[in-house]
């Protein structure tokens, strides 16, 4: 019989992460997936999504200062709460046609969700030792994708019989689980007691001044790594108002959009477990993993809005409140094998490229560093470039940009992305010096350029020069 794991081990604390995010952001994603939050009309859910991504940007930006000063068991507590309120807000939409309750709680979910991705990407790219990283991604991955999964299962159970928004059973199944998971959050151990595999443990640095540390989260924009990550960082939720909305939300029956999830969250499962594999390959040099994750990813990339523009050339709307999608054939419904085949398993295939998208972007800034408190500064950085091309992709949909146009965009900035990925993985170095790190901090603080303070002969953290001379 295996021995448990002790409490304050970095994959215990991985694992109940996971759970978290399992019954809060996974039960968000099974709920979004539907298209406009299961409403028929997506405009409330495409406008509330808006709200929520522009408010992320903002504490994203704090996010990294006020999880330092606050502790991850709280902040990712208030986060959950926040993504039970905003599940609660569609049963008022069901019961009143009134969108501004939604509106407003997608708002109060962007605060929320800021310092609770902050915490999580703090937690994620800090806790592993160099050579587990993609090991533990993936424990975190499919624990969380697990929630999609389930979430999927919810929604075809309470609307198998049931064509139209999603039930108020549904809804209230979400509410409950949410709560759960944020609940969950407060089990969490603080960053200070967690021990790595190794025995060692994590750094953080004390915040004394919240402004501080926001404005050495915007001085990341003078720091040419993450010049050059930010279409990756800004495109890595982009493209899930096209793949939910109209994809998902315009081409299938309520049921379907539900059984379509479970496969789209499952297939992230698989992906990630093995991509996760070859990334922490012991036999192949950093270098060689980055380069071939990047490839991988964009011949998936390709491959998924290939088949997305072969399926986009038979329809142009879906399914309002008075008029069905003009997809030949009407709304596709999974028991319609012959129609629903293909269909069904391209959105699972976008599941896959979702996966390798994400996990690739937090290996990638996982390498530049091993320091807790510039992981959480970065992920900060992450998550409102992030939220702010999700803002952007959410009011493409509610303000009826042609589907066709949204598939040409999204397929543009992926592929663009990809190259300046392809690029950096070049300077991806076999390990980041946690000592010329604290220098770094120390000269930044000193007033002396990070540049300067590491000209001489010593790589910062982990990448030679990503810039030509």
């Excluded at 929604?155 to 709560?179: C, K, M, Q, R, W």
């Excluded at 996760?276 to 390709?302: C, E, Q, W, Y």
């Excluded at 629903?340 to 690739?360: E, H, K, R, S, T």
Aim: with cysteine; net charge neutral.
């Amino acid at each position: 019989m295996g021995r448990l794991l002790p409490y304050f081990a970095s994959k215990t604390q991985i694992i109940i992460l996971g759970f978290v995010c399992f019954g809060c952001p996974g039960m968000f994603n099974a709920l979004n997936g539907t298209g406009g939050g299961g409403q028929v009309d997506r405009t409330a859910g495409n406008n509330a999504n808006t709200a929520l991504y522009v408010c992320f940007i903002f504490s994203g930006l704090f996010g990294g200062a006020i999880v330092n000063r606050f502790g991850v068991r709280f902040t990712m507590f208030f986060g959950g709460i926040m993504f039970a309120l905003y599940s609660a807000s569609y049963i008022y939409i069901n019961h009143t046609s009134s969108s501004w309750f939604t509106i407003w709680s997608g708002a109060m979910l962007g605060i929320g969700a800021g310092v609770f991705w902050t915490a999580q990407g703090m937690i994620m790219m800090s806790y592993p030792l160099e050579n587990e990283k993609g090991k533990f991604i993936t424990i975190f991955w499919v624990i969380f994708n697990l929630g999609g999964v389930i979430g999927g299962i919810v929604l075809l159970a309470t609307n198998y019989n049931h064509d139209g928004p999603l039930s108020d059973a549904a809804y209230g199944a979400f509410l409950a689980i949410e709560v759960c998971g944020a609940l969950c959050a407060l089990v969490l151990a603080p960053p200070s007691r967690v021990q790595r595999t190794d025995g060692s443990g994590i750094e953080i640095q004390k915040v004394e001044n919240i402004m501080d540390d926001a404005l050495a989260i915007l001085r990341l924009f003078a720091d040419p790594r993450m010049l050059i990550l930010i279409p990756m960082m800004f495109s890595s939720n982009f493209y899930y108002s096209y793949q939910f909305g109209p994809y998902n939300g315009s081409l299938f029956t309520t049921r379907t959009k539900g059984f379509n999830n479970i496969w789209y969250w499952g297939a992230q499962m698989v992906t990630s477990f093995l991509f996760t594999r070859m990334l922490d390959h012991p036999a192949l040099s950093r270098k060689i993993r980055a380069l071939t994750g990047v490839i991988t990813t964009f011949f998936v990339v390709n491959a998924v809005w290939g088949g997305a523009l072969h399926m986009q050339s038979k329809y142009t709307h879906g399914a309002t409140t008075t008029s069905q999608t003009d997809y030949p054939g009407g709304p596709i419904d999974f028991m319609q094998t012959s129609r629903a085949v293909g269909p069904c398993i391209l959105y699972a295939c976008m599941g896959v490229q979702d996966a390798l998208w994400n996990n690739m972007a937090y290996w990638l800034l996982g390498t530049i560093t091993n320091d807790a408190t510039r992981l959480a500064r970065y992920a900060g950085f992450y998550k409102a470039i992030q939220s702010l091309g999700a803002a952007i992709s959410w009011q493409l949909d509610a303000r009826n940009v042609a589907f066709k146009t949204q598939l040409a965009v999204n397929w543009a900035l992926l592929d663009v992305s990809s190259i300046l990925m392809f690029y950096l993985s070049f300077k991806v170095q076999d390990t980041a010096d946690v000592f010329r790190e604290y220098e770094d901090e120390a000269a930044v603080k000193a007033g002396i350029s990070e540049e300067n303070a590491v000209a001489i002969d010593t790589p910062l953290c982990g990448y030679e020069s990503p810039l030509p001379s």
